[in-house]
């Protein structure tokens, strides 16, 4: 059987002013069932996007699927059409927490009445006393004060962390057996922060959830997540299991977000000065996306994309260096 999400080959582009940019550029990852995988990367990285392809929420236009396959228990979820997401996928077996709450809270309901519209819609012949029941038990495992009261609020009525409760409460309501997490504490102070992770985890925990966890800062993800995947411009760059790329990270954008210099990890590599790249060279998706960043970069860097070198069975990295390394050993 294969993995419970699997992606191969997924590019999306964009289409700007001056044309089409490649904003995903995936070969393959894949989460096994009842693991949290981590995706962390910087602003712009393609995060979002990743998550919007694997819900079918991208926007068409200006977003555009190019190529690739997503498979969840076994089916391409390319191959279903709008309809199909919307009433097999989207909430029933795969729901999504983004980054900001009020995207997806409508200003002009009670929240309690939001709870109850997507609890109904799955569960088609509660009655209404059952309906008003499971709200109040959904709030309840969220863990907000005074449940009958906060039903009637508003979302402007709530402080940040409490709605995001509430979307918490709203994405593990129709069952879904995978969660997509999109930088659910962004907007959210630190000491709130560790407390909706800890009530997510809790729950995910406890109802055995597969959750893709999505966030800007890799300490957050490493403490999350058993395995995480380093994207950088769409690319994944670096994956393993949590332990080994906070142990022994390898790409030099993955030390760069560690805050590790690169002497302190690897000696051998000369770095190469005065190669300044094209505009074509930039506008290639043929290259390593991190080589205008690199203070490491050898010739063939400048000719083709790096190749996946598995450094062991827990962690592959997209490099030249440890090709080279490789090939040396
Ligand atoms: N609707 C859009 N139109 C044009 N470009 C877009 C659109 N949505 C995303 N992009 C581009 O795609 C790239 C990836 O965007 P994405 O939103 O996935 O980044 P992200 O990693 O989620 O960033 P953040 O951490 O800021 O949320 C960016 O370069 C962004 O400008
Ligand atoms: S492939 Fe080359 S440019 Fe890219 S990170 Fe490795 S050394 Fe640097
Ligand atoms: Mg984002």
Same mark, same amino acid.
């Given at each position: 059987?294969?993995?419970?999400?699997? %992606?191969? $080959?997924?590019?999306?582009?964009?289409?700007?002013?001056?044309?089409?940019?490649?904003?995903?550029? %995936?070969?393959?990852?894949?989460?096994?069932?009842?693991?949290?995988?981590?995706?962390?990367?910087?602003?712009?990285? &393609?995060?979002?996007?990743?998550?919007?392809?694997?819900?079918?929420?991208?926007?068409?236009?200006?977003?555009?699927?190019?190529?690739?396959? %997503?498979?969840?228990?076994?089916?391409?979820?390319?191959?279903?059409?709008?309809?199909?997401?919307?009433?097999?996928?989207?909430?029933?077996?795969?729901?999504? #927490?983004?980054?900001?709450?009020?995207?997806?809270?409508?200003?002009?309901?009670?929240? &309690?009445?939001?709870?109850?519209?997507?609890?109904? @819609?799955?569960?088609?012949?509660?009655?209404? /006393?059952?309906?008003?029941?499971?709200?109040?038990?959904?709030?309840?495992?969220?863990?907000?004060?005074?449940?009958?009261?906060?039903?009637?609020?508003?979302?402007?009525?709530?402080?940040?962390?409490?709605?995001?409760?509430?979307?918490?409460?709203?994405?593990?309501?129709?069952?879904?057996?995978?969660? *997509?997490? /999109?930088?659910?504490?962004?907007?959210? /102070?630190?000491? *709130?922060?560790?407390?909706?992770?800890?009530?997510?985890? &809790?729950?995910?925990? @406890?109802?055995? #959830?597969?959750?893709?966890?999505?966030?800007?800062?890799?300490?957050?993800?490493?403490?999350?997540?058993?395995?995480?995947?380093?994207?950088?411009?769409? @690319?994944? #760059?670096?994956?393993?299991?949590?332990?080994?790329?906070?142990?022994?990270?390898?790409?030099?954008?993955?030390?760069?977000?560690?805050?590790?210099?690169? $002497?302190?990890? @690897?000696?051998?590599?000369?770095?190469?000065?005065?190669?300044?790249?094209?505009?074509?060279?930039? $506008?290639?998706?043929?290259?390593?996306?991190?080589?205008?960043?690199?203070?490491?970069?050898? /010739?063939?860097?400048?000719?083709?994309?790096?190749?996946?070198?598995?450094?062991?069975?827990?962690?592959?990295?997209?490099?030249?260096?440890?090709?080279?390394?490789?090939?040396?050993?």
């Amino acid at each position: 059987m294969g993995a419970y999400l699997e %992606i191969k $080959n997924l590019q999306v582009n964009v289409e700007i002013i001056e044309g089409c940019k490649r904003v995903l550029d %995936i070969d393959h990852f894949c989460v096994e069932k009842g693991e949290t995988f981590g995706i962390v990367g910087e602003s712009g990285a &393609g995060k979002s996007i990743l998550a919007q392809s694997i819900l079918g929420i991208l926007p068409y236009p200006p977003a555009i699927i190019e190529n690739g396959t %997503i498979f969840f228990q076994g089916k391409d979820l390319l191959q279903l059409n709008g309809k199909k997401m919307q009433s097999d996928i989207r909430g029933k077996k795969i729901s999504m #927490i983004f980054q900001d709450p009020m995207s997806s809270l409508n200003p002009v309901f009670r929240v &309690g009445d939001q709870i109850r519209n997507v609890i109904k @819609k799955h569960n088609r012949n509660m009655s209404r /006393d059952e309906l008003d029941n499971e709200v109040l038990e959904k709030l309840r495992m969220v863990k907000l004060p005074d449940v009958e009261n906060t039903k009637n609020k508003y979302p402007n009525e709530l402080s940040g962390g409490q709605r995001q409760r509430i979307i918490i409460a709203i994405a593990l309501s129709c069952g879904a057996e995978l969660l *997509i997490a /999109d930088e659910p504490t962004r907007n959210l /102070d630190v000491t *709130i922060q560790a407390g909706v992770l800890k009530l997510l985890f &809790g729950l995910k925990k @406890k109802l055995g #959830i597969t959750t893709l966890f999505i966030a800007n800062n890799i300490n957050l993800v490493f403490i999350v997540s058993q395995k995480v995947g380093v994207l950088y411009k769409g @690319k994944i #760059i670096e994956m393993g299991t949590a332990q080994e790329i906070k142990n022994n990270p390898h790409h030099p954008y993955t030390l760069d977000l560690l805050g590790i210099s690169h $002497n302190e990890n @690897k000696e051998k590599v000369i770095p190469v000065k005065n190669k300044s790249l094209t505009k074509e060279w930039e $506008n290639q998706y043929t290259l390593c996306p991190y080589i205008n960043q690199c203070p490491f970069s050898v /010739d063939q860097c400048f000719q083709s994309q790096p190749p996946v070198v598995k450094v062991n069975s827990n962690h592959v990295v997209s490099c030249f260096r440890d090709f080279m390394e490789m090939e040396r050993r």
